[in-house]
């Protein structure tokens, strides 16, 4: 009896292993499969499709930041080149307005065309680049007088010009040109810009 009971003790014992190794095989076989299907020709199309979306995704937004980026600059080159060519009709303006002042102050001395002394005088009329214009003499003070005018030089742009004679012993002249792409009194304009030229000498 004792001898029985061993041995059914022994293969209750033998047992034990044996459902142990049925489970290790059977995890075994689940993780192959699972690995089979990981590598299957299904599980790698959804694999790629993923992945060529991702880098879909990833390249467009790339090309758009680099789009906005040189749209950017191309914008600011534009701004920048139409500065540049306001501010050259800007300057012509003010040169303008220098050799029209010179012409009539050194060419057309004898007209007396601009004051150089305080006594009250009737405005005079000049004429620059077909235009008509009046000379008026202002800010009247002890030691000089200023003789201002103003004509359109093209369409879009304006100058506006002084004449300063001094009184006293210096006798020097000024000529201020003060050139505008746009209207002179346009306060709308956010891209107006001036270009101002002086000349100064002593010949009264």
Known sequence: MKEKKTYK??????????????FVLYCNKYIKSRWDFMFSQKANKKFVGGFTLFIA????????????AISNIALKEIILSTTGRESQIAFFASNSGIECALYWDQKKYDQHVFATSTWPITPTTIQCGNNNMSVTKTNITQTSVKNDFEFP??????????????????????????????????????RKLERAIEVKYNIY
């Not at 003790?9 to 049925?22: E, H, T, V």
């Not at 995704?57 to 906005?68: A, H, K, M, N, P």
């Open 153 to 190: 030089v093209t369409n879009n742009s304006y100058v506006h010009v002084r004449v300063t004679k001094d009184i006293n012993a210096s006798k020097n002249t000024v000529i201020e040109s003060r050139g505008y792409n746009t209207a002179i009194g346009d306060t709308t304009n956010q």
């Open 9 to 22: 003790s022994n293969k209750k014992f033998m047992g034990g292993p044996a459902r142990l190794q049925s």
């Open 57 to 68: 995704i990833t390249i467009t937004g790339l090309l758009l930041l680099v789009g906005l």
